[in-house]
């Protein structure tokens, strides 16, 4: 899917596009390294690479195809070769093409590229940038490809009075009243940050309204605009110039994180800004006059549980589909995942952001603060009523106050959308909201919240930390994580572990025995009786001895022999950043856990079925690690069926609790061969 701030930048392509082959040589002599080093740090302020480099192609040779409302454009070779690149362009020539609009041939570029903001890059930084472009870019033989525009937008003549009307041609001039540092900021921001090509609301010829704050009109300036099914939310004193800083440098920030194309603009550019050049863009975005149309910046709400979590249909969603990653209290989880409570985004008065974000999916910025990307899985097997009514609760909730979303805008963004393709298991994921029309609603909703929240609900019951949901994930509806859907019509059966036949009373106390490695609940409480509603509820229709599509956790091949060094390794790579390189887990500031620990006192003793290698190795193949793809409902999977095997090997022969009834399992034989005893 080509996001919408790529189609913005359009003629950023359109322009290397129309770069024909220049006609007069470059400076024959090398410049000063410290020059090109200066012109490399200028490219990464201006993001080139980001038009200029094809996935998996060689920088700045271009190749990107990009769809526009007018027709398609390609990125093109801006590389020094001479023959198909811009090896042949003049000082004067490619100062003209990045600062005017205008190639060595003549011909107007269309406004995509933006050199209207460029057009205020100072004659200095326009040296060392040809500078870095001729002598520190390899050069690349890459034949460019014309753009494939509709007529009449194929003529470039409609440009010259464009550009006389709207594309402004001096550099930045200082405002004297202003410090130095608000100075660097204003000329990057509306300069070779050209942040307004996305965030300035666009007029009837598709021109920026205002091209930086002391114009004319400039308080449109970075006010907001929506363009092709996303909004870039209003820039103007959006955060505490700190804030913006940190959000810059890592795609996180205490309120929101980078998606969409902004994931690659934090990628690419602003996290090699140094700390003074990010200083002073917060300091210049912060000390702009808020935009009226945007909620003004609020204290960030107590941890606490909203209304209507789980009495509405819309909470009840949010708890199925989105608390496992941003918590009841939509707080997110530490730094990894962001808070929804006080998001711009969430709260912004133009919903078509969030809409589309959970249509679609997306990925967190990767940055040198986190190398790994965390991925936002599309929720597109969601209704549209469905989505409407989870993200009016968000935008509801914690303080937030965003209008309600309706079906209606949801089905209009999701034609706009490409969401992935669905899985083609047949399991269908029981909805909570469905709940609510039960005679029995405030049973289940119970029954759920303790398989949910089980260490809260249950303390003098749960000797560790965990809740049931630790491991039946999104409290049992999600398949090959061990679901509770179609579970009740298995019980009573005969149980090898316990050598007897045993009823889903029994099932449960032995998880709270082991799993839990606590006590277990009296037959007849009224807990207990909950918790056996809801997967009674969650099994209705199931038959004794049907096959349930996504029951257990996936099976893997026993003849695996486990490299427990190899295990290691994974662990550290792909678990540690959730579950701590200590097996610790991840607490948040309140002390309640985001994640759970996998060793030590804490988690699960060795008489539970996870401290099997085998059967953790079938879970974390079918469900690990969380956040890695665009699946739905968590973005799960990703390893092999060795490596599985490896890292389950390595975390479940952690020191642990010990389990007093082992002498008991297995009475009559058929004891697994993985088992801790």
């Excluded at 950023?12 to 080093?37: N, R, Y």
């Excluded at 099932?507 to 490695?517: D, Q």
């Excluded at 001895?545 to 003849?559: F, H, V, W, Y």
Aim: hydrophobic residues 40%.
């Amino acid at each position: 899917m080509s996001s919408p701030a790529a189609r913005l930048r359009i003629v950023a392509l359109l322009v290397a596009a129309s770069i024909a082959a220049p006609t007069l040589a470059a400076a024959g002599s090398p410049p000063d390294p410290e020059q090109v080093k200066r012109g490399e740090y200028l490219a990464k302020l201006g993001d080139c690479v980001a038009c200029h480099t094809a996935p998996g192609g060689q920088p700045m040779a271009g190749g990107t195809a990009m769809s526009t409302p007018f027709g398609v454009v390609y990125s093109t070779n801006v590389t020094p070769d001479a023959g198909s690149g811009i090896g042949r362009y003049t000082f004067e020539q490619f100062d003209a093409a990045v600062r005017k609009g205008v190639t060595a041939d003549g011909r107007n570029l269309y406004p995509a590229m933006p050199y209207p903001s460029f057009s205020k890059i100072g004659e200095k930084d326009m040296r060392d940038l040809y500078a870095y472009f001729m002598h520190g870019v390899t050069p690349v033989s890459k034949a460019n490809r014309e753009a494939d525009m509709r007529w009449p937008f194929s003529i470039r003549l409609g440009l010259v009075p464009w550009n006389a009307l709207f594309a402004p041609d001096q550099p930045y001039a200082p405002d004297p009243a202003k410090s130095a540092r608000w100075n660097r900021g204003a000329y990057l921001v509306e300069g070779l940050g050209h942040c307004g090509t996305c965030h300035t609301p666009r007029g009837l010829a598709f021109q920026e309204r205002a091209f930086g704050s002391a114009e004319s009109g400039g308080e449109d300036f970075l006010g907001g605009a929506t363009l092709d099914g996303w909004h870039a939310p209003s820039l103007r004193h959006l955060a505490p110039a700190a804030e913006t800083a940190q959000f810059l440098k890592t795609g996180r920030g205490p309120h929101a994180a980078a998606y969409g194309l902004m994931t690659e603009v934090v990628h690419f550019s602003t996290q090699h800004y140094t700390d003074e050049d990010l200083d002073a863009v917060g300091q210049y975005l912060a000390s702009l006059p808020p935009n009226p149309a945007s909620p003004a910046p609020r204290p960030v709400a107590a941890r606490q549980e909203p209304a209507g979590l789980y009495t509405t249909r819309g909470g009840l969603g949010y708890v199925q589909f989105c608390s496992t990653c941003h918590r009841a209290d939509g707080q997110g989880a530490a730094d990894l995942l962001p808070p929804l409570a006080q998001n711009s985004s969430v709260t912004s008065p133009d919903a078509t952001s969030v809409i589309h974000v959970v249509l679609s999916g997306g990925r967190s910025a990767q940055t040198e603060r986190y190398p790994r990307a965390f991925a936002m899985p599309s929720f597109s097997q969601l209704t549209d009523r469905e989505l409407a009514e989870i993200l009016t609760f968000m935008r509801s909730s914690w303080g937030n106050q965003g209008p309600a979303v309706t079906a209606e805008q949801v089905a209009q963004l999701r034609g706009q959308t490409e969401p992935p393709a669905a899985p083609g298991a047949a399991f269908t994921t029981p909805r909570f909201a469905e709940m609510l029309d039960a005679k029995n609603a405030a049973q289940l909703v119970r029954g759920m919240r303790l398989m949910m929240d089980t260490k809260a609900q249950l303390p003098e019951h749960v000797g560790n930390v965990l809740d049931c949901s630790s491991c039946h994930l999104n409290a049992g509806t999600m398949a090959h994580a061990s679901p509770y859907v179609g579970l009740a019509a298995m019980f009573p059966s005969y149980a090898p572990r316990a050598g007897r036949v045993i009823d889903f009373k029994d099932r449960i106390n032995g998880c709270m025995l082991r799993s839990m490695n606590g006590k277990p609940l009296p037959k007849d409480s009224p807990d207990i009786l909950a918790m056996v509603a809801y997967v009674d509820w969650l099994s209705v229709g199931a038959k004794p001895g049907a096959t349930i599509p996504g029951r257990g956790t996936g099976k893997i091949s026993e003849s695996i022999v486990p490299n427990v060094e190899n295990g290691k390794q994974v662990f550290e790579k792909q678990c540690a950043v959730c579950h701590g390189r200590d097996g610790e887990g991840l607490k948040e500031a309140d002390g309640r856990y985001a994640f759970p620990p996998l060793w030590g006192d804490d988690t699960f003793n060795i008489g539970a079925g996870i401290a099997r290698t085998y059967k953790a190795a079938g879970f974390v193949k079918s469900n690990m690690p969380i956040a890695n793809t665009l699946a739905f409902p968590m973005g799960q999977g990703g390893l092999t069926d060795q490596e599985a095997v490896d890292v389950a090997e390595y975390f479940t022969h952690m020191p642990r609790a010990d389990f007093a009834g082992k002498v008991k399992d297995w009475p009559n034989g058929d004891r697994p061969k993985d088992a801790r005893y």
